[in-house]
């Protein structure tokens, strides 16, 4: 008797499974949109790490300290300040890239 119990339950979720997926389909047909239940759902974006202004100082010094110190400023100079600490903190990862090449003879 459990058997046939269990069969009822399964027939009853492919039935109200079928509704809903029709359902689906004629809201995504009536409000035009080109939506599709197979599609996947995007998958959120991996949030880069957040750069401090320690380690663009520290990247800084470093270049600075191996004789590049016209070129660190210059590179301060780019994103618009005087001093490291007036640049953009959503600039940090730009200016670390930046700063990575000089030096870099190649």
């Known amino acids: 008797m459990k058997v046939n119990e269990m069969s009822q339950t ?3 979720l492919r039935k109200a499974a079928a509704v809903i997926a029709d359902t689906a389909d004629w809201l995504a047909e009536q409000f035009g949109g080109n939506i599709s239940l197979t599609a996947e759902t995007p998958k959120p974006k991996k ?13 800084l010094a470093e270049k600075s300290r191996a004789g590049f110190t016209a070129e660190v400023k210059a590179l301060i100079t780019k994103y618009g300040a005087t001093k490291l600490s007036g640049v953009s903190s959503e ?5 670390l890239k930046d700063a990575e090449v000089i030096g870099n003879a190649g």
Do not use: G, M
């Not at 600039?91 to 200016?95: F, R, V």
């Open 10 to 12: 399964i027939e009853k």
């Open 47 to 59: 949030e880069e790490p957040k750069i401090t202004l320690e380690e663009v100082r520290a990247a």
């Open 91 to 95: 600039h940090y990862a730009e200016l």
